[in-house]
Nanobody, 119 residues
């Protein structure tokens, strides 16, 4: 069974940085791209960005563009979310998710990791 496991969350002061990791494990893992999302208390899931495994192409939401960077290590089946210039409004549970094909939805999700930014 394929699993996605996020790590790297924690408490950081405003202006600080964190790097989240999302490692895929399990036999038969096949993914077209990996996305990052977050959900703050009382709010909807928010799309942050994604990265394509093959090309490394990335897309970011306007709210994080210029501050967050997504990268991947194909050999390790791991993607990263580097977050710089963190703001209190970035406080949320962060999730990674996989899209198996270009036409599929995000069909595998991680369990999430908490990021808390203090002012």
């Amino acid at each position: 069974q394929v699993q996605l496991v996020e790590s790297g969350g924690g408490l950081v002061q405003a202006g600080g940085s964190l790097r989240l990791s999302c490692a895929a494990s399990g036999r038969g893992f096949s993914s077209y791209l990996m996305g990052w999302f977050r959900q703050a208390p009382g709010k909807e899931h928010e799309f942050i960005g994604y990265i394509a495994w093959s090309s490394g192409a990335t897309v970011y939401a306007d709210s994080v563009k210029g501050r967050f960077t997504i990268s991947r290590d194909n050999a390790k089946n791991t993607v990263y979310l580097q977050m710089n210039g963190l703001k209190p409004e970035d406080t949320a549970v962060y999730y990674c998710a996989s899209r198996s094909t270009v036409l599929s939805t995000y069909d595998i999700w991680g369990q999430g990791t908490q990021v808390t930014v203090s002012s």
